[in-house]
Antibody, heavy 127, light 108 residues
Framework: QVQLQQWGAGLLKPSETLSLSCSVH????????WTWIRQPPGKGLEWIGE???????SYNPSLESRVTISLDTSKNQFSLKLTSVTAADAALYYC?????????????????????WGQGTTVTVSS | EIVLTQSPGTLSLSPGERATLSCRAS???????IAWYQQKPGQAPRLLIY???SRATGIPDRFSGSGSGTDFILTIRGLEPEDFAVYYC?????????FGQGTRLEIK
């Protein structure tokens, strides 16, 4: 059973760099996109970006100038860096598996959604 | 960017009733790339439906999804007390992979 365990600094000052990591247990990186999602207090979900097993990334245009997602296959983990944080970046940050790439079955194929989530890391930004 | 608009914002129903939640996309999306999630307070979201109509592993059959093009529906038949939560739709066919703003399902 796949499990994601995430960690990183939870209290930052404005202009600092947010750095979170997510360890993947029980699965390799192939066949999925590996995603970061955040949720400001009391608000909805915001997709930050993703990386696949080849290291190809895609980012939310609203964050693209500040965000980097990377992969370390030797440690089976992926990471998020967000530079120049402000109070607007305060949120609960999740690492997650998904969506999948094409999955073939006897009946055809499908694309799975985000099906495994980390426990979340609360990030506070305060001077 | 594809914008997903969920309605209603809040839905008040009683246990045993049927819930119908809507998700409308700003442009047509293949149904292969629509998911629904349930989130309870203090918990990470849980995948309910992928591909617009396929239930994820372990999801009860009272949850069903439907729709095509720009309009997608999550239906919950015979609401159980544990179903009262916030529900999000997501499209994952285009980048950025956007979420709707959520529908809160509350006990009437």
């Amino acid at each position: 059973q796949v499990q994601l365990q995430q960690w990183g600094a939870g209290l930052l000052k404005p202009s600092e760099t947010l750095s979170l990591s997510c360890s993947v247990h029980g699965e390799s990186f192939s066949g999925y996109y590996w995603t970061w999602i955040r949720q400001p207090p009391g608000k909805g979900l915001e997709w930050i970006g993703e990386i696949n097993e080849s290291g190809s990334t895609s980012y939310n245009p609203s964050l693209e100038s500040r965000v980097t997602i990377s992969l370390d296959t030797s440690k089976n983990q992926f990471s998020l860096k967000l530079t120049s944080v402000t109070a607007a970046d305060a949120a609960l940050y999740y690492c997650a598996r998904g969506p999948s790439q094409r999955i073939f079955t006897q009946l055809g194929f499908y694309y799975n959604g985000v099906d495994v989530w980390g426990q979340g890391t609360t990030v506070t930004v305060s001077s | 960017e594809i914008v997903l608009t969920q309605s209603p914002g809040t839905l008040s129903l009683s246990p045993g009733e049927r819930a119908t939640l809507s998700c409308r996309a700003s442009q047509s999306i293949s149904s292969s790339y629509i998911a629904w999630y349930q989130q309870k307070p203090g918990q990470a979201p849980r995948l309910l439906i992928y591909g617009a109509s396929s239930r994820a592993t372990g999801i009860p059959d009272r949850f069903s999804g439907s729709g095509s093009g720009t309009d997608f529906i999550l239906t919950i038949r015979g609401l159980e007390p544990e179903d009262f939560a916030v529900y999000y739709c997501q499209q994952y066919g285009y980048s950025p992979r956007t979420f709707g703003q959520g529908t809160r399902l509350e006990i009437k």
